[in-house]
């Protein structure tokens, strides 16, 4: 059974920091690009950031550049993503999934393998 689990979401206050995991099961992480996504009520998902599968290479939204990173333990079968001065606008329900990482588009689902978990909701309020 293909599965991905999010987890590490929580209340935060601006300037915080919190580090969400992406556990997956049913298939091998490392062998497809991963991202991370974040959709906000009333708002579109957005693509926030994407680690390939061929060399390891990462890209970041604009919106979240130089405070995001993502990375992966393969061991664990897991993608993380710390996220550091967060603010207010990063309130959101994040998931990750299979991904295409582009410089043109940006973070993108996969056209290949579509998988969510049911998301973890990081909330930055004071």
Request: glycine share 12%; with cysteine.
């Amino acid at each position: 059974q293909v599965q991905l689990v999010e987890s590490g979401g929580g209340l935060v206050q601006p300037g915080g920091s919190l580090r969400l995991s992406c556990a997956a099961s049913g298939f091998r992480l490392d062998y497809y690009a991963i991202g991370w996504f974040r959709q906000a009520p009333g708002k579109e998902r957005e693509g926030v950031s994407c680690i390939s599968s061929s060399d390891g290479s990462t890209y970041y939204a604009d919106s979240v550049k130089g405070r995001f990173t993502i990375s992966r333990d393969s061991a664990k079968n897991t993608v993380y993503l710390q996220m550091n001065s967060l603010k207010p606008e990063d309130t959101a329900v994040y998931y990750c999934a299979p991904a295409r990482c582009t410089l043109v588009t940006g973070t993108q689902i996969s056209r290949y393998l579509e998988v969510w978990g049911q998301g973890t909701l990081v909330t930055v309020s004071s």
